[in-house]
Structure formats: C-alpha cells, structure tokens
C-alpha cells in the first residue's frame, strides 16, 4: 500500500479536527502515513488526537527557523542545486536559507520520509516552507490543500511556485478557487474539494434539536459561537448584538468555545453591557466536548472577518442548528440564506440581531432551517464521498508520477 507524508505548520491543533480526520481515514485504508510538522501542540490538543487513534509515534516535529546555522551536513549540501533551490535564499535571506539547508538535509534522511509516496500539505504556507522543496528533494509528488483564510492577501509569486510545483492543488471552497486563478492567472491543477464532517457524529444533536422545536412556548434563544479568539473571528459582534435584543425584551444566552489573546477583551464587553450573566466561556474544547455543547444550543453564530470554509459551520448544520453567518467565501458555500439559516454583513450587528430575534419568536421555523442544514451536509459535505474523491485522485497522482519516472529511465 502506498505511503504518505502529511504536511502541517502544527499538530495537532484543537480547531483542525479535519486534519485529525483525514490521517486517521488515510491510515484506516491502509495507507502508511507520517505527519511532519514545525510545532506541536498542548496537552489538549494530544487527549484529541489520542482520541481519534493518532500516537506520536509517526509525528516527526521539526522546526526550519531553528536548525543549527552550521555543521559539515550544511556546508556539504551547499554544493547540491535541489537542496539551495529548496532551501530558497533568494527568498529567505543567506541565515535563514542556512537553516533551511540543514533542515531538509535533516529531512531527507529520515527513512520513513525517505520511503513515502506522495507529499500531501494542508495550507500553503506548509506548501511553501517546506512541501514544495521536500518534493523535489525526495522527487515526489505534491498535493495541496489550502483553507488558508489569509489567500486573498497571499503573494502571487509565492501562489504560482505552488501551483507549478503541485499535482493538484485542492481548494475548500468554491470562491477560493477564484481567489487563486485570479491571483495567478491561471485554473491550472486547482480543483474544488470542501472540507466535510461524519455526520453520524452529530446524531445525537439532531435527534435534540427535533425534540427542541415540540416546545409551545419559546424560552431564551441560546447560542453557540466557536473560534479561536482574535480579531479576525470577531465574537464581540454577537456580544453586542446580545445587549441589542436585551433592550428590546429578547434574552439570549451566548455560549463561547475557543480561546486566544481577544477573549479578555470579549470578557469584558459582556461586562462592559450588563450582560456578563448571559455569556458562557468555555476555553478550548476537544471534538467530542464541542458536539456536547452543539445539543444543548439552538443556534450557531459565526461572526467571523474571513472564512476559506468555516468547518464549524456544518458541524452545526449536521447537528441540525440553523446557522447565522457574516458573509464570507466559506460560508457563502455552506449556508443558505433563509433555507439553512442567514447571512449578514460582516459587521451589522443590527441585522444579526434582527435574525437572532425572529428565530427566538419561531421554535418551529428554527427547526426547519436546522433540517434543511443537515440534509445539505449529508447531500454536499459527507465525509466518507470527500475521501472517496481524495484517494482517487492521490492514487492518479500516485500512478502518473511512477508512469513519468519509467518513461524518463
């Protein structure tokens, strides 16, 4: 069976259960899969991985900015034009590009890195760091996948060394392959692949939220926003929005998963409004905490600047909550407006108000948008159909590489 190298920045990482998933289905086909990464991650983000059957044991944590600056192993991969064209100086700088040399001569002779098949990256920034020269080093092919939320503002040149370098380039979104063709002039080797969720997990969930709408009465509408805490996902809009239907005779409690340097600020603008008493912080959750939290909610809020897919988006749908989203390319791909809940402006917190207040007045209407939402996850974001697609496509690439070396011998 083939072998594979996964690519991350960081493992693992609380919030990235579909990097978690997508190892643990690649070496349930039977696949040999290693995972390289500059970073690992705190106590809770292992019991997660522990959870989903990942050891350390096939993890190798390597970090280019800290290699050593010289050794003999440095000076004599100098003299080796894949390994300087890896190691990037023109791009890097002569120190760093120094590091890098070490770090891929470091790579390249680890065995089980040496045996693999295919080189797999999620995000780009693992792409340009070290997927692309790994690759060529190991003359290996390369597979992308970019749910970077940063890709608008990604550099051209560094896009189109991606793309010449890679198999196929996966994007989570429809808009963010757009993005990509726009930013490099060309639709060559992306291909559209959304990011999908077990949706058997979320059973539990959906069988509450039916049991949830037999209620006559509305009682206070209760929320749930999930998100690492800083600028960009904006949770302080739903704070806001929360004081705004206080006033108007509407309570809602909010319910916060995640951490991050913004969470004091948030702390403090519930208190800041009176309404400290209708927000709950939960800091970091594993997978299975955060389905916990999804029965006991009746909405999904997410606030978020930018989103390539928003994973946490149809998580909720599969737990059949309706969603209430700020327009961004991810969730302009998974919600539905007034079918599977609704969008907003980034920002207009009198509109996100606005909808958070229709639904706590329509039990029944919250339930029809949360069925809707899990059909559309069973009918587009399956994630048994998406590994399917994936391992199509990675045992081509697979097959066309080897095809190519025969031919080249």
């Known amino acids: ?39 690992t991650g705190d106590a809770t983000a292992w019991d997660q991985a522990k959870h ?11 970090n280019w900015r800290t290699c050593k600056l010289f050794s003999i192993r ?40 040496q045996s693999v098949d295919i080189v797999h990256c999620h995000f780009t920034e693992a792409a340009a760091d070290t997927g692309v020269g790994l690759a060529q080093i190991l003359k290996r092919p390369l ?36 993005v990509w063709e726009k930013a490099t002039g060309s639709n060559d080797k992306l291909q559209y692949m959304p990011n999908s969720i ?18 006559v009465v509305p009682r206070t509408l209760r929320a749930i926003t999930i998100g690492h805490f800083h600028g960009g996902k904006r949770q302080g809009d739903l704070v806001r929005a929360a004081a705004l239907l206080k006033e108007e005779g509407v309570c809602l409690n909010c319910t916060m998963v995640g951490d991050g340097p913004e969470r004091r600020e948030v702390e403090a603008l519930a208190v800041k409004y009176g309404i400290e008493t209708q927000v709950v912080f939960l800091g970091s ?12 909610a009746d909405v999904l809020v997410h606030c ?34 007034n079918v599977t809940g609704h969008l907003y402006k980034v920002g207009d917190i009198g509109t996100l108000a ?18 809707a939402g899990r059909k559309r996850v069973e009918k587009l974001f399956a994630w048994d159909n998406r590994m399917a697609q994936m391992f199509n496509e990675w045992q081509s690439v697979i097959r066309i590489h080897r095809q190519n070396l025969r031919t080249r011998l």
Not at 308 to 331: D, K, N, Q, R, Y
């Open 304 to 337: 978020s600047q930018q989103e390539s897919f928003g994973i946490v988006i149809i998580e909720a749908m599969g737990a059949s909550l309706p969603v209430v989203a700020s327009h961004t390319i991810g969730a302009d791909d998974s919600v539905l407006e």
């Open 52 to 62: 989903f059957g990942i050891s350390q044991e096939h993890v190798h944590v390597l």
């Open 143 to 178: 597979t992308i996948l970019a749910h970077d939320s940063f890709l608008e503002k990604a550099s051209a040149t560094g896009l189109r060394k991606i793309q010449r370098a890679a198999s196929i380039v996966f994007c989570v979104s429809k808009g963010w392959v757009k």
């Open 74 to 113: 440095t000076v004599m991969e100098l003299s080796k034009p894949i390994a300087r064209k890896a190691a990037d100086f023109a791009h890097y700088g002569f120190t760093l590009g120094l590091r890098r040399l070490n770090y891929f001569h470091q790579l390249s002779h680890v065995k089980a890195i």
């Open 285 to 296: 959750l594993t997978h299975r905490e955060v389905r916990e939290q999804l029965v006991h």
């Open 198 to 215: 077990d949706i058997d997990e979320f059973e539990s969930a959906a069988t509450m939220m039916a049991e949830k709408s037999r209620e």
């Open 354 to 371: 606005r909808r958070l207040a229709d639904l706590a007045k329509d039990r029944q209407r919250l339930h029809s948008l949360g069925l």
């Open 1 to 39: 069976m083939p072998s594979m190298l996964v690519v991350v920045p960081s493992f693992p990482v609380v919030t990235q259960t579909f990097v978690l998933r997508e190892i643990v289905s690649i070496r349930d086909a039977g696949w040999e899969v290693h995972v390289l990464t500059c970073s």
